[in-house]
């Protein structure tokens, strides 16, 4: 009763303030006692907390899509999760989620301070990144094309960085590439560990939030495909997951999942359908093969992994 009633005025206060919607970084933390983590090891203190911030994100954006906003996109990363959550309404089953969360957030940066950890690292534990199919320094080589009847061309990805909310990379092709997403020299691109592009170059595809949850068979969701740089240039998709399996790509080994996509490219006061099918490393979030087919040049693209080069 009385979590309830703190979740209950939590609530109240935010409506009172600013009417039927509110940040959800006021959402008020429901308190919890950092006991609970005695003993913890810092490494599992801080997976706990990024797990914590992860899944908050994800109920933000839910939030944030049913009710239209879509701006929660704006900024939101695991490490500065917090601060960054904007305008998803405080009330209901997302209010006392939201608060559980933000409270053992809280708790665990408070047990965090008592066991005399270090500051929570962006970089992706070495163990971790350690059982990873891809290394930093490593080469992800693939083949690209409009469509099945263009000749293909090669794009590069070096790894970079390997972060606890994506891994990051320097985005490069050959000269003269012909496909329309084709990245320049040296272009950042970045994914999180789900599959979903959060940071891509001019010109380049990118879906920061198609991806959610745990990727079960049958799991439905929703999102965007963007191109960079055009804010007119989007399309609206749903992607289910299809299939599991292991996939081998030049003697590496990625446990793959499967989804169909399938949704509209925005014209004006219209729209065009598009189709396809992506393909992502379950434990990585790697693209290994990415089909779009759309009447709309910049979402109709073939993209194959087909090597990853040592360092």
């Known amino acids: 009763m009385r979590a309830a009633a703190l979740v209950a005025g939590a609530a109240a206060v935010a409506l009172m303030a600013v009417g039927c919607a509110s940040r959800s970084g006021e959402v008020v933390p429901l308190p919890?006692?950092?006991?609970?983590?005695?003993?913890?090891?810092?490494?599992?203190?801080?997976?706990?907390?990024?797990r914590v911030q992860r899944r908050a994100a994800e109920l933000?954006?839910?939030v944030d899509e049913r009710s239209g906003n879509n701006i929660v996109a704006l900024g939101v990363g695991v490490m500065v999760f917090w601060p960054a959550l904007?305008?998803?309404?405080?009330?209901?089953?997302?209010?006392?989620?939201?608060?559980?969360?933000?409270?053992?957030?809280?708790a665990l940066r408070e047990a965090a301070s008592l066991a005399r950890c270090p500051p929570l690292s962006a970089d992706?534990?070495?163990a971790r990144a350690a059982a990873l199919p891809v290394a930093l320094g490593e080469r992800l080589v693939?083949?690209?094309?409009?469509?099945a009847r263009r000749a293909a061309t090669e794009s590069v990805w070096t790894v970079r960085a390997l972060r606890r909310e994506a891994l990051e990379y320097s985005a490069a092709a050959p000269s003269g590439a012909g496909t329309p997403d084709a990245p320049g020299e040296g272009s950042p691109l970045r994914h999180d560990h789900l599959g979903n592009v959060l940071a891509a170059g001019p010109g380049m595809l990118m879906w920061p939030?198609?991806?959610?949850?745990?990727?079960?068979?049958?799991?439905?969701?929703a999102g965007e495909i963007q191109v960079v740089d055009?804010?007119?240039?989007?399309?609206?998709?749903r992607a289910?997951?299809?299939?599991?399996?292991?996939?081998?790509?030049g003697g590496r080994r990625f446990d793959a999942v499967v989804l169909e996509l399938f949704g509209d490219v925005l014209e004006g006061a219209g729209s065009t359908r598009l189709d396809g099918v992506i393909v992502v490393d379950r434990t990585s979030g790697v693209l290994l093969r990415l089909d779009l087919r759309s009447a709309v040049p910049p979402f109709r693209v073939m993209r194959r992994l087909v090597r990853v080069e040592p360092r």
């Open 240 to 249: 289910q997951v299809v299939a599991f399996g292991p996939q081998q790509v």
């Open 209 to 221: 939030n198609l991806l959610r949850g745990d990727l079960v068979l049958g799991q439905v969701m």
């Open 86 to 106: 904007l305008a998803v309404r405080p009330q209901g089953p997302e209010a006392d989620d939201l608060a559980q969360l933000k409270g053992r957030f809280e």
């Open 230 to 237: 055009d804010p007119l240039a989007r399309a609206r998709v």
């Open 124 to 126: 992706l534990p070495a």
């Open 60 to 62: 933000a954006w839910t």
């Open 32 to 50: 919890a006692n950092p006991a609970q983590f005695a003993g913890w090891s810092c490494g599992r203190i801080d997976d706990e907390s990024e």
């Open 142 to 147: 693939y083949e690209e094309r409009p469509h």
